[in-house]
């Protein structure tokens, strides 16, 4: 590999490492808001402990990222049907049916997505030198 590209990998990979602790101190940031609402208002509702799941979620997709340099794509998945329950929770009132239904049913398919991918990574492991890319 030429220097010149060495030095724009490096700098690619620190400029990604500052991106990273940027969302890792805005999350921490937002969950310190949030309790800090919480502690206001004197209660915890269902939708305020999906909103710190879905903070931690992020903080958990972070640390794997720095740690192995990979995303595990369901962890995304996984903050989206969070993400969708607690749209639920909040707006299930004034929602209509259909409303109600297409929501409901994007999550079974970000479930349903989940499993396949679980499925193909156990039935289909990557080679040790591909690195799951």
């Given at each position: 590999?030429?220097?010149n590209r060495m030095l724009g990998s490096k700098a690619l990979d620190v400029l990604q490492h500052i991106g990273l602790i940027i969302v890792a101190v805005a999350t921490v940031t937002a969950v310190g808001i949030e309790i800090g609402h919480m502690w206001q208002a004197r209660t915890v509702t269902l939708a305020?402990?999906?909103l710190m799941f879905i903070y931690l979620e992020v903080l958990a997709m972070v640390a794997i990222y720095l740690r192995s340099g990979k995303l595990p794509i369901r962890i995304p998945l996984y903050i989206a049907?969070?993400?969708l329950a607690r749209y639920l929770?909040?707006?299930m009132k004034g929602m209509?049916?259909?409303r109600l239904i297409?929501?409901?049913g994007a999550a079974l398919v970000?479930?349903?997505a989940i499993l396949v991918i679980r499925y193909g990574h156990v039935k289909y492991p990557y080679d040790k030198d591909d690195g799951g890319h």
């Open positions: 590999m030429s220097q305020d402990l999906l049907i969070v993400a929770i909040l707006d209509d049916s259909w297409t929501v409901a970000l479930a349903i």
